[in-house]
């Protein structure tokens, strides 16, 4: 079956930019959406088709995908950007997420 | 704005069936769109459960695709889960979402609040 890889944990001081990235087999070749899913909160579609941000979303959030890695990137990370965020893909129609990576604001 | 509302028993003994339900406002099922079911255990990440067209065409995540049904009733505008043989594992926060228009892979854009399933005797 398809895997997804993220890093558990990332952490980013105030204003500075954050990545998270999101590792599968030839995952360039699929595209990628992230969610953003704060404490007790439902997720929330913050880039879709590996780089296209949803109506609402700000512009700091931006994304990119190319060869077994796609990056979500939080440019001047604010407070309210702490949360959980997970890739997903799709393989064969069978949905797959990432196993998550919490986003540290220190 | 379309709205997703779960709702169903949030306790469920083990070999029993899990049923939810997903309430959907402010569009029609009918009208289109494919529709999932995701979970997440406590302190977990995301598990793509499945995802269902208004004409009933569905697709399963293997891990779970011979315990799992997927079903949709437009005259209520809802769409269904169950889940049989539960066991302890199944214990997740079950969300109901909104997918694509034109496809199965197409992310999540609208997500239900998710209502917390418990499977213990």
């Known amino acids: 079956s398809y895997e997804l890889t993220q890093p558990p944990s990332v952490s980013v001081s105030p204003g500075q930019t954050a990545s998270i990235t999101c590792s599968g087999d030839?995952?360039?070749?699929?595209?990628v959406c992230w969610y953003q899913q704060r404490p007790g909160q439902s997720p929330v579609l913050v880039i879709y088709?590996?780089?296209k941000r949803p109506s609402g979303i700000p512009e700091r959030f931006s994304g990119s995908n190319s060869g077994n890695t796609a990056t979500l990137t939080i440019s001047g990370t604010q407070a309210m950007d702490e949360a959980d965020y997970y890739c997903q893909a799709w393989d064969s129609s069978t949905g797959v997420f990432g196993g998550g990576t919490k986003l540290t604001v220190l | 704005q379309v709205q997703l509302q779960e709702s169903g028993p949030g306790l469920v003994k083990p070999s029993e069936t899990l049923s939810l339900t997903c309430a959907v406002s402010g569009y029609s099922i009918s009208s289109g769109y494919y529709w999932g079911w995701i979970r997440q255990p406590p302190g977990k990440g995301l598990e793509w459960i499945g995802t269902i067209y208004h004409s009933g065409r569905s697709k399963y995540n293997p891990s779970l695709e011979s315990r799992v049904t997927i079903s949709v009733d437009t005259s209520k505008n809802q769409f269904s889960l169950k889940l049989s043989s539960v066991t302890a594992a199944d214990t997740a926060v079950y969300y109901c979402?909104?997918?694509?228009?034109?496809?199965?892979?197409?992310?999540?854009?609208?997500w239900g609040q998710g209502t917390l399933v418990t499977v213990s005797s």
């Open positions: 030839k995952l360039g070749e699929r595209y």
């Open positions: 088709q590996d780089s």
């Open positions: 979402a909104r997918g694509g228009r034109d496809g199965y892979n197409r992310p999540f854009d609208s």
